[in-house]
């Protein structure tokens, strides 16, 4: 039997998985019943699973020099949901609302398939099951300082998308996410009443003419053939109609692909922040921490899993999607090894499956986690017979 036909006959045990797991979501860095159900589940397995990265689990499946490294993300969101499947998440204001129940079912599924083949596999698959994905400075580094890497050749991973149908498999060569940054600023005025302006300095005044001008960084300092966002999510200041606040504050976040162009607008927002301010007779304070870099995906790994995902889903499986601008702590370990991140297809309208992650409806089509497993214990078994060359 091939290890389509297997992976397929354990979708039972996989939607199993994934339902308890999203029944009991848990946040970032406290995945602790999480953690104790995947020591349980890979035990039960013939495997010795070991605790890392606080809560985090690893497990080697196989001998010998080398190897693959396979990374599934375990942690939820704190986000009430608002779906009424009968395995919706028992815990209030936390959800599995971005596929790592799906992720951590798939990983468990391909340590149920590979597990059985452990004394004929050419080196050794180590898989990762990784806490805190969704919460920087995320899990990975963590992982990483404990060693999961030690020993290692290549790193596998993937992510469910919903904008991708059931049944396709996405691939990126190069920048597959962005640069994902935040910043804060505060600007310190003086306070007084709405009816004196002369007597203070006002701060919502130079936070709005800083809101606009941010904007101008990337238009006017990026070349319009890179992508590149600065978005400021909040502003807050003022208790009252008639009072002039003393001070304001600006949330936001910035987006890259590119290296330079990630300094260049840390410099020039730092640059503007002090001199829109001081126009105001305000100061101002630039507040910027460098988020998960980008993913960058390997060519020649990349090209390989290409080829895995056309043998299993015909030509029409794969797709070459656009690269996304969000953030993902993957990168990590694509720093350290060569290797790639695939985007899985589980949008699926018949069963709901339409919404975007992080929406408090989301959910995903469960045909998709034995083509995950598949996938992903096929191209690993690639890579180890790549280390054996």
Same mark, same amino acid.
């Given at each position: 039997?091939?290890?389509?036909?297997?992976?397929?006959?354990?979708?039972?045990?996989? /939607?199993?998985?994934?339902?308890?797991?999203?029944?009991?979501?848990?946040?970032?860095?406290?995945?602790?019943?999480?953690?104790?159900?995947?020591?349980?589940?890979?035990?039960?397995?013939?495997?010795?699973?070991?605790?890392?990265?606080?809560?985090? /689990?690893?497990?080697?499946?196989?001998?010998?020099?080398?190897? +693959?490294?396979?990374?599934? &993300?375990? &942690?939820?969101?704190?986000?009430?949901?608002?779906?009424?499947?009968?395995?919706?998440?028992?815990?209030?204001?936390?959800?599995?609302?971005?596929?790592?129940?799906?992720?951590?079912?798939?990983?468990? $599924?391909?340590?149920?398939?590979?597990?059985?083949?452990?004394?004929?596999?050419?080196?050794?698959?180590?898989?990762?099951?990784?806490?805190?994905?969704?919460?920087?400075?995320?899990?990975?580094?963590?992982?990483?300082?404990?060693?999961?890497?030690?020993?290692?050749?290549?790193?596998?991973?993937?992510?469910?998308?919903?904008?991708?149908?059931?049944?396709?498999?996405?691939?990126?060569?190069?920048?597959?996410?962005?640069?994902?940054?935040?910043?804060?600023?505060?600007?310190?005025?003086?306070?007084?009443?709405?009816?004196?302006?002369?007597?203070?300095?006002?701060?919502?005044?130079?936070?709005?003419?800083?809101?606009?001008?941010?904007?101008?960084?990337?238009?006017?300092?990026?070349?319009?053939?890179?992508?590149?966002?600065?978005?400021?999510?909040?502003?807050?200041?003022?208790?009252?109609?008639?009072?002039?606040?003393?001070?304001?504050?600006?949330?936001?976040?910035?987006?890259?692909?590119?290296?330079?162009?990630?300094?260049?607008?840390? =410099?020039?927002?730092?640059?503007?922040?002090?001199?829109?301010?001081?126009?105001?007779?305000?100061?101002?304070?630039?507040?910027?921490?460098?988020?998960?870099?980008? +993913?960058?995906?390997?060519?020649?790994?990349? =090209?390989?899993?290409?080829?895995?995902?056309?043998?299993?889903? $015909?030509?029409?499986?794969?797709?070459?999607?656009?690269?996304?601008?969000?953030?993902? &702590?993957?990168?990590?370990?694509? =720093?350290?090894?060569?290797?790639?991140?695939?985007?899985?297809?589980?949008?699926?309208?018949? +069963?709901?499956?339409?919404?975007?992650?992080?929406?408090?409806?989301?959910?995903?089509?469960? &045909?998709?986690?034995?083509? $995950?497993?598949?996938?992903?214990?096929?191209?690993?078994?690639?890579?180890?017979?790549?280390?054996?060359?």
């Amino acid at each position: 039997m091939s290890l389509v036909e297997e992976a397929q006959q354990l979708k039972p045990q996989l /939607v199993q998985w994934r339902r308890h797991l999203h029944q009991f979501p848990e946040l970032s860095f406290h995945e602790v019943e999480t953690q104790q159900y995947l020591l349980d589940a890979l035990s039960a397995m013939g495997l010795s699973p070991k605790p890392i990265g606080k809560t985090g /689990v690893a497990v080697d499946i196989g001998q010998g020099q080398g190897g +693959v490294a396979i990374r599934a &993300d375990i &942690d939820a969101l704190p986000l009430q949901e608002e779906s009424e499947h009968p395995f919706r998440s028992q815990r209030p204001g936390v959800m599995h609302a971005c596929g790592h129940d799906g992720h951590t079912a798939i990983l468990l $599924g391909v340590a149920k398939l590979l597990s059985a083949q452990a004394e004929t596999l050419p080196g050794r698959i180590r898989l990762m099951f990784q806490p805190a994905e969704e919460l920087m400075p995320g899990g990975a580094k963590l992982l990483i300082a404990d060693g999961v890497l030690e020993d290692m050749d290549r790193v596998l991973g993937l992510h469910l998308a919903s904008d991708l149908p059931t049944g396709v498999v996405g691939t990126i060569v190069g920048p597959a996410t962005a640069n994902a940054d935040r910043f804060t600023i505060e600007i310190e005025g003086r306070g007084g009443h709405g009816s004196q302006p002369e007597r203070t300095i006002d701060p919502i005044v130079a936070a709005a003419e800083l809101v606009l001008s941010l904007q101008s960084i990337v238009s006017r300092n990026i070349s319009p053939r890179h992508s590149a966002v600065v978005t400021v999510g909040t502003l807050e200041s003022g208790s009252n109609f008639n009072i002039i606040a003393p001070r304001a504050r600006l949330t936001g976040t910035v987006r890259t692909f590119d290296a330079q162009d990630r300094h260049l607008i840390e =410099e020039r927002m730092a640059a503007l922040v002090t001199h829109v301010s001081e126009a105001h007779g305000a100061e101002g304070r630039l507040d910027y921490i460098q988020g998960y870099p980008s +993913v960058i995906n390997s060519r020649a790994e990349t =090209e390989l899993a290409e080829h895995v995902i056309t043998r299993i889903l $015909g030509a029409n499986g794969l797709a070459h999607p656009e690269p996304l601008m969000a953030g993902e &702590d993957f990168s990590y370990y694509l =720093e350290e090894l060569p290797g790639t991140f695939l985007n899985l297809g589980c949008g699926n309208p018949s +069963v709901g499956a339409t919404y975007p992650h992080h929406h408090p409806k989301f959910t995903l089509d469960e &045909d998709a986690l034995p083509i $995950g497993v598949s996938i992903l214990a096929s191209l690993a078994l690639e890579f180890l017979m790549l280390g054996q060359s």
